[in-house]
């Protein structure tokens, strides 16, 4: 199903605006605003930008531009715009969704603006562009004893500029919030060229709030130039717990246990059994035991008075339970190798096949051992293999397949189980995203989710912001569904 509408969403962007290929002057006035190097044409070039992180789609752009600074957007995009051209804003190219795939359109690369302007650590921001990546953005901000808090697992390569765009998240999220409640400010350039700054750096602005508008809206509605990012103290204590189950709706079960109790834990990840196993033979090992079917990683962060109180008190909710086993890692050493397992599950499970399909669904908290139940009755009727690893404090689910994706009939099963999941943890009060976006591969879902004044709505406020439909065009929203509503 993902990749009918892909194909529906691409073919719709060529018949509305296609990209001249070999267009010399419009190369040659691309290089006279970022250089020469800096304009990629040659299909060897374009490769590179074929695909995300999500293996399943591939679309190669017309040509790759890529500015070195704020006003060289601004001349890029201006001069699209003076040409009707669509464009498509692109970060790292770690998003798990397509959202930065272009097909036949101009991809605008933002890897270069990795300037980190400024550090105010009295007041807790940093002024960044949007190419800085996130974990470079940690250890700058460290020396002060602050941090950023979203924590995506692909923080090592991700970007600020694509954490704003898919509104990230990441293990931490539980506790501090994702992307947008860590972000005072930013400049945006929109479709049109026009510079406009949204929210305020310094202070709480009255009005609409527009900076919280522009969060998540994966490239449609512009580029941010600039980002103005809320930092907070690091905690001064951690303590990172391990509790083991035989059984996964038990650990399940500990999850709602745990909140329950009133504390909120920093993070409350979960894995099952066939993610620990890849996990643990690769070179991310982690020390978690095999022999079980599930593994909760908990942790809680603040002042040391009544942390080993709280951290006994998840222990024995998991204990009570079913959990086998819980340990307490209090050393910055042993919490690490705890948490490289989880942060690079994804990575472990990419050595089982060629491809991955990665899903992110979110139910509540107390329907996750029903639909984790459920979840594994579809990978077993279509003959897959469903790795969970998710934020199981959230009820952010991350249903995972390795497959052969050139297997024809494979990539049918596959496609047909992860749609069944989408379908169950919607019919559970669940919705299709929880920080990887919609992008493409979430297309086909969105008129489950939505009714026909909500999608409207949606389509209006892009309005609002590119009438053309020119940056990022086919995503998010169904094409035929925003066509529909433009011609009422």
Known sequence: MPARVATSAFDALRAASPVPHGDAALVQALRAIVGERWVKVRDAELTAYDSDALPGYRAQPSLVVLPGNRDEIVAVVRLLAARG????????GTGLSGGSLADNAIVIGLNRLTRIHAIDAG????????????????????????????????QSACTIGGNVAENAGGPHCLK?????????????????????????????????DLCGLFIGSEGCFGIATDVWVRLLPIAPSVRTLLADFPSLTDAARAVSAIIATGIVPAALEMMDRATIRAVEASIYAAGYPTDVDAVLLAEVDGLDAGLDTDAEVIAQC?????????????????????????????????????HLVVQDAVVPRTRLPEVLTTIQAIGARYDVAVCNVFHAGDGNLHPNISYDATDAEQSAR???????????????????????GVGLDKLGYMESLFDAPSLAAMCAVRDAFDRERRANPGKVVPVRRCREWGKG
Not at 123 to 152: C, K, M, S, T, W
Not at 420 to 427: L, P, V
């Open 85 to 92: 051209l669509p464009f498509v804003p692109r970060g790292a």
């Open 123 to 154: 007041n807790g921001i940093a002024h960044v562009e949007p190419g800085v990546v996130n974990a470079v953005l940690q250890r700058a901000v460290a020396p002060f004893g602050l941090h950023y808090a979203p924590d995506p697992s692909s």
């Open 176 to 208: 501090y919030g994702v992307t947008l409640n860590h972000i005072a400010a930013v400049t945006v350039c929109l479709p049109d060229g026009e510079l406009v700054q949204l929210g305020s750096p310094t202070s709480e602005l009255d009005g609409y």
């Open 318 to 354: 998991c204990r009570a339970n079913g959990a086998r086993d819980v340990r307490i890692a209090r050393e910055p050493a042993d919490r690490a190798r705890l948490w490289q397992g989880r942060k690079k599950a994804f990575g472990a499970l990419g050595r089982i096949a060629p």
């Open 414 to 436: 596959v496609h047909a189980a992860m749609s069944e999941i989408m379908q169950a943890c919607i019919n559970a009060g669940g919705t299709i995203t929880g920080e990887h």
